[in-house]
């Protein structure tokens, strides 16, 4: 059972639903070039209308600090969101104030509303008091349905919460579940693959995940780092070597925890950072002076597939290799279908999530398959973090 309340727990009808979402899209020009988080919201917003709730949309866009920035107003991400509902919205030029209570007093029951860029007020980031008290004014409950600002104690993901009786929304609620499932009380083994370019970012990250993982699969530039760090060459590889004190502590914290660190054995080299660079398959014991690491290779994909086949559980951020430039997306590109094969044949529940993972994922044609891909960046890292998000801690259950 969820430890949060939902919207089973509530009645919305006849009610001024505040309803966080992350219109924070990527834009060029006019059109919104990746609607992914969009139409993640879609079925909050249509069963709170449908059950005859009012929809008072509250989004930030951008980092216009408190100031009114023409190029930061939702009000151009107004027609896809049109679109995708496919019906009007009123759209009021500030959220708090006149022209947002013009808006939400003319609503009708299943109406919806766009308030304007909660950022263009300087409370919003500094959840000041008085300003969640303006917002508050404007409903009648909250529903938070922005897991990818969940990490932040700003006035609209976290103030208002406290003010008012708070939910989740649909998204926050599949978002909150695959991450319980997959961490909190996860079918065992749980495998975590960490990947990307560096330690320096997830050394909070793998602590955190030696204590929770009975195998910790380190990829992409950061296991570099690891290598070094057991005085291994690694040639002109992306390289932390002033962490190698850091790497070597996590690697006693997973012993101590009996979490089983599977670091490459061979890897993909090349002498140039580039696509198609002419590269070759070396064992990590005989990397070359003026080799890169770019990508891992066929013995460490095929023993991580092992494992991953008596694993229940895996969590995966991060890439194995420089996947933008083929061939070095080899090894993410094989670990991904394995492990979408595995999910789609029930053997597996695989949540992935954080900065690039989901294009590296979508680049292997997997990212469908899995249970659950977070579009969420630093939000989702932190929960890996093992840290309390405020704006999911303010939806808990008393
Ligand atoms: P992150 O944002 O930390 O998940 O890192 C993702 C980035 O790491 C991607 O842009 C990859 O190209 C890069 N990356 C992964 N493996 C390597 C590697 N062996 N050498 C250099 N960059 C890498």
Redesign the pocket.
Known sequence: MASFRTLDNVDVKGKRVLLRVDLNVPMEETRVTDTTRIERILPTINEIAEKGGKVILLSHFGRPKGQRVDEDSLRQVLPTLEHYLKRKIAFADDCVGAPASAVVDAMKDGDIALLENTRFQKGEEKNDPAFVEEIAKLGDIFVHDAFSAAHRAHATTEGVAHRLPAYAGRTMQAELEALESSLTSPARPVMAIV????VS??LELLGNLVSKVQYLVI??????TFLAAQGKAVGK??CEHDLAGSARDILEKAKAANCVVVLPVD?TVAQK?EEHAPSHIVSVDHVGEND????VGPKTVAHVEALLAQCRTLVW?????????PP?DEGTNAVAQTAARLTVEGKLLSVAG????VA?LNQAHAGQEFSYVSTAGGAFLEWLEGKTLPGVAALQSQ
Do not use: R
């Open positions: 990947g990307g370019a560096k970012t997830k990829g992409g530039g950061m296991a570099n590889s992306l890897a950072f890169m690491i770019l990508d951020n991060g890439p194995f290799g420089a996947f933008e430039l070095f954080g900065g690039d993972t590296a």
